[in-house]
Structure formats: C-alpha cells, structure tokens
T-cell receptor, first 115, second 112 residues
Framework: DGGITQSPKYLFRKEGQNVTLSCEQNLNHDAMYWYRQDPGQGLRLIYYSQIVNDFQKGDIAEGYSVSREKKESFPLTVTSAQKNPTAFYLC??????????????FGPGTRLTVL | KQEVTQIPAALSVPEGENLVLNCSFTDSAIYNLQWFRQDPGKGLTSLLLIQSSQREQTSGRLNASLDKSSGRSTLYIAASQPGDSATYLCAVLGGATNKLIFGTGTLLAVQP
C-alpha cells in the first residue's frame, strides 16, 4: 500500500526531554511537511522540505528541528526549548511544492502529551 | 498575510439534508483551493482541489465552487449521511508563499 506512516501514535514527554516523531512515505514524493494542530485552530506549518538534504522553517519552527537524509523519511524532533509541545502532529507529502494541480497526502498523526 | 475563515464552526443536520459549508480567504493570489476531511484523531483526507482558473469540482455527492474574485468557496454535500460526520477543512495554496494555509474547520454532525 502506498501512503504515509507516522509513529508512534501516542507519545508522552517529560519536561526537559527531547522526543523524535517519525514520518515515512513510499509515494516517491519530493516534498514533505510537518504541521501542528491545536484544538480550535487550523493546521500550522512547522517545517517543510523540497528535496533531500534541504529543509525550510515554517511559521512556528522555534523549538523544533528536522532532518531529511533520505527521500522517504522526514523525522521531527521536539526539543526542550518548545514550551508548549502538547498537540497533534501531522506529517504530509506532495510531489513538489507549489504545483497548482498537486495535493498533500497526510499521515495518521502523532498525539504528543507533556507530563 | 493570507487568512482563511470557515463558517459555521459547527453544524448539525438530519440525515438526508443537503448542506453547504463556507470558506473565505483574504488574498485572491492563490494557485488552488482544497477541501479536506478529518475524522476524530485521524489525519486529513483530500476531497476536492480547485485550481485558480476553475470554478468548480465535483466528486460523487460533493461539489465545491470557487469565486476567486470575492475570496469565497463553498462545499455542497448532497443527501447527507451519518458517515459524512467529520471536520471539513478548507485550505488555499498561496501564490506568494507556496504554502498551504488552512481554515479552522467546520465540525459536521449528521444525525440518523
């Protein structure tokens, strides 16, 4: 099956810990994205990557870091510098960035809770 | 800065009713407008994509329209079913930023 997988589904973090959320796609897409979703708010872009070994900050990148060493993988690390990390995190991919005919495909999400 | 607004925030209808969800955006310089569905605790599923040069798209019981000049889109759902219950999100792909900007969604409940 083609698609995007995220793991884990639920993640609990203690204060001061870094945690890494996994995102893998087998759609052969060049572009990948990380979004954060909070209750009552729309999705907000954290980071995105157009190609391997390249990534750009989104609107709320502070306290987060990413890497793109392989085309199919785009892990997100939530660092201790992120003061309010409890949220639902969604990973997405698309063929390229900015193509009018192209949509984004989303993973099932990871719910992160700070204890 | 592009802003996307969805009204109403929540909607409850009886099964079988036709309904309209609304989306408005402030900057008409867009590449496309997309409608997504999100079930509770799940990821988003793409429903319809309307390019900026198009006026509408249809898929089954769903029809989405786009009026770029007025900054509005509607999602029409015909003969609603309980399985349509979900949050519907509208998003625009900005021409200046190449980013997808999302509205806050409309939570739809279709009562059997």
């Amino acid at each position: 099956d083609g698609g995007i997988t995220q793991s884990p589904k639920y993640l609990f973090r203690k204060e001061g810990q870094n945690v890494t959320l996994s995102c893998e796609q087998n759609l052969n897409h060049d572009a990948m994205y990380w979004y954060r979703q909070d209750p009552g708010q729309g999705l907000r872009l954290i980071y995105y990557s157009q190609i391997v070994n390249d990534f750009q900050k989104g609107d709320i990148a502070e306290g987060y870091s990413v890497s793109r060493e392989k085309k199919e993988s785009f892990p997100l690390t939530v660092t201790s510098a992120q003061k309010n990390p409890t949220a639902f995190y969604l990973c997405a991919s698309s063929m390229v960035i900015g193509l009018a005919t192209d949509t984004q495909y989303f993973g099932p999400g990871t719910r992160l809770t700070v204890l | 800065k592009q802003e996307v607004t969805q009204i109403p925030a929540a909607l409850s209808v009886p099964e079988g009713e036709n309904l309209v969800l609304n989306c408005s955006f402030t900057d008409s310089a867009i590449y496309n407008l997309q409608w997504f569905r999100q079930d509770p605790g799940k990821g988003l599923t793409s429903l319809l994509l309307i390019q900026s040069s198009q006026r509408e798209q249809t898929s089954g019981r769903l029809n989405a329209s786009l009026d770029k000049s007025s900054g509005r889109s509607t999602l029409y759902i015909a003969a609603s079913q309980p399985g349509d219950s979900a949050t519907y999100l509208c998003a625009v792909l900005g021409g200046a930023t190449n980013k997808l900007i999302f509205g806050t969604g409309t939570l739809l409940a279709v009562q059997p």
